[in-house]
């Protein structure tokens, strides 16, 4: 078996899974955030459950530390109160990203598994963990019954080759293996990467990939755990932990061999984590802002080589410089080293541990226009405020912040970059009722065609809005960040029916970016494939999403605004406007069993 294998297989009490197996999986710790920790709670209260284990539960509020929103300041209250009801621990507005908090404390260790609300818990493939992030009702789920569904995925090896040169960061790597697979090449996959080079990396290198694996469109991407890393976390958890990793002979999907040697430092540009391209290419890029931090790239070693680069200089005039490390630990550890001095005396702001501005809720947010470089995961339009951002590593953006442009350690200006003349800057231009009903198998409704892959869920509901937890409010919110469907939510009606492309939902674990259709009475979605967490969120709502092969759109002359008949339960699809009949792929039988159920709660 594979890593993922193995340890699903463990946590079932079966001798062996395959893909595609859908099991029952165990959790060792189930986490939840402060803005998805109020839906898990009243997920809970509503449907009357209870806590299966406090000790294994925990609350994290690492989105908005601050509780700067009015929103998100009654939502972690909700979850403080819940919690002291309860005997869940909570890692407060002073703790830091709960991942990493997990990870240093122990809530995960090799061979483990732990969910979250938090669409980048796969993090813990970095030392050998099961991580997944999922939405309210999953999480719910997992903290009243202890485990959850999970469909085996199928693996993928990819084995780095050559050696890494010295200017390639651990950013760099996954910044240049998202240009060879995209959003979507690797889709729905675990990914387990080895190589000479591989066996070198940090633990802080390993969470730095694996932290992207999201934004590659895969479950997890896995690092077997080295024999110090085992040692380290047996003293951590005071746990004898078994070595895990894959079998000589596992069967993987498919093998990659990639010449590291041949990785150049990277950035992605605005709009897309996938879109990259060498720092090369777009040095001089004059930039407004930078940040450093995130679960990517706020760890000890990161803040260490951005000082080393600040130490001494000055910030380019003009330019705001944002550091946020991702635990208190590592904070109060940059501040015995000496680290956060330089960091002031650069001219840098330097805020309280948390996810900082990746999540919206703390510094970090960019403003109309504004170009921002930063060590974050996700650079999607609008995700990290109004303007545009590029992502690279600590060592670039330390750069960059310095030189007032884009640009590498080695190749500062002797003067930095200049604002020009600043551009006149412009503000940016009713729910119904909606009752919880079972709904047929069957659906006739009018056709959108939206033919545009990795449709991201901040493109269908925006990160502004999750503190909003009333499904009715949600609907008038739907692709109003989609551009082409901003006026989607007033045009639509219900029963119709959202034909787009591949990998729809990509990016959070939100459950809203599906509530909102159900919001607004939208019958079902076909795509060609989904973002995995998002598949999980429309199924466990009892939303009826199906797959199709773009071949049959052809077989059935279909057009936007034709209508269109489903049967959910046998695949079969007949345009109405020309009686015209073809095949999607019909529920699979646990999504028919939970839409039959009218959810998974």
Known sequence: MTLIEKI?????????????DIIDVTIDTRAARDFGGANVVKNLLDNGLTVNDPSKTVFTFD??????????AANQHLCRQYARENNIRVYD????????????????????????????????????CFGQGMGDQDIAAAWAKGYVWFKVPYSVKI????????????????????????????????????????????????ITISSMATEMGAIIIFFTPTTAIISHFEKVTGKKI?????????????VFDIDISKFVPMVARPGHPHDDASVESVKGTKIDSAFIGSCTNGRIDDLRIAAGILKGKKVAPGVVLKIVPSTDDIWNQALEEGLIKIFKDAGAMVSNAGCAGCAAGQVGQNGPQEVTISTGNRNFEGKQGKGFVYLASPAVVAASAVAGCITTPDQLPS?????????????????????????????????????KDDIDTDMIYHNRYL?????????????????????????????DIIITAKNFGAGSSRQQAVDCFVSLGISCILAESYGAIYERNAINAAFPILTYNPEVLDQLELKD??????????????????NKTGKVNKFYDAQAKIFMNGGLL
């Open 93 to 128: 507005i002073d703790a830091g990203i709960g991942t990493h908090q997990a990870i240093d404390g122990g809530l995960a260790w090799p061979g483990s598994t732990f969910v979250s609300t938090d669409s980048h818990a796969n993090i813990m493939g970095a030392i050998g």
């Open 561 to 578: 605004g034709d209508t269109a008949k489903i049967d959910f339960l046998s695949g079969e699809i007949t345009n109405l406007t020309n």
């Open 467 to 495: 503190t909003i937890t009333d499904i009715k409010e949600m609907g008038q919110y739907s692709f109003d960040n989609l551009k082409g469907y901003e006026d989607f939510a007033k045009k639509a009606k219900a029963g």
């Open 242 to 254: 078994e070595p895990v990793k894959a079998d000589a002979d596992a069967v993987y999907q498919q």
């Open 63 to 72: 989105c908005n530390p601050g509780g700067s929103d009015q929103k998100y």
């Open 159 to 206: 084995n780095l080759t050559g050696k890494r040169p010295a200017n390639v960061s651990a950013k760099d790597i996954v910044l240049n293996l998202l240009s060879i697979f995209g959003a979507n090449k690797l889709l729905g996959t675990s990914v387990e990467i080895y190589g000479e080079e591989t066996d070198k990396l940090t633990v802080d290198e390993r």
């Open 8 to 20: 699903l297989a463990k946590h079932s009490n079966q001798a062996t899974v395959k893909p595609d």
């Open 415 to 451: 003067e930095p970059a200049a604002f020009g003349k600043l551009g006149i800057l412009k503000p940016s231009a009713k729910s119904e009722n909606m009752q919880k009903t079972q709904k047929p198998s069957v659906v006739e409704g009018r056709v959108w065609i939206i033919k």
